[in-house]
């Protein structure tokens, strides 16, 4: 099975800075593509980032300009560099990765979240 587990969310003033990580462990051979989730509450939770091990990239339109996501594949680990962070990018931010089991079938899998606060 695959494991995520995300850390770096925090505290920080609006126009601020955070980078989120994420580490794949287990049988992380099953995971093609990559990405970050983020849900306020009382919102549905959305798309913030994804890479995909081909490389192409794809961002919210909030966010673009502002954040960047990037991929060490020799730890295992997928990065979200936050900038110019404003209140309204305030939730709980999710790993998530996709892939296929053995019988080919899609599968998701998430991390259990990191809280990202900002103040204004």
């Known amino acids: 099975q695959v494991q995520l587990v995300e850390s770096g969310g925090g505290l920080v003033q609006a126009g601020g800075s955070l980078r989120l990580s994420c580490v794949a462990s287990?049988?992380?051979?099953?995971?093609?593509?990559m990405g970050w989730y983020r849900q306020a509450p009382g919102k549905e939770r959305e798309l913030v980032a994804f890479i995909r091990y081909g490389g192409s990239l794809n961002y919210a339109d909030s966010v673009k300009g502002r954040f960047t996501i990037s991929r060490d594949t020799a730890k295992n680990t997928v990065y979200l560099q936050m900038n110019t962070l404003k209140p309204e990018d305030t939730a709980v931010y999710y790993c998530?990765?996709?892939?296929?089991?053995?019988?080919?079938?899609?599968?998701?899998?998430w991390g259990k979240g990191t809280l990202v606060t900002v103040s204004s």
């Open positions: 998530y990765g996709q892939g296929m089991n053995k019988y080919m079938n899609p599968m998701n899998y």
């Open positions: 287990g049988d992380i051979s099953r995971i093609n593509a």
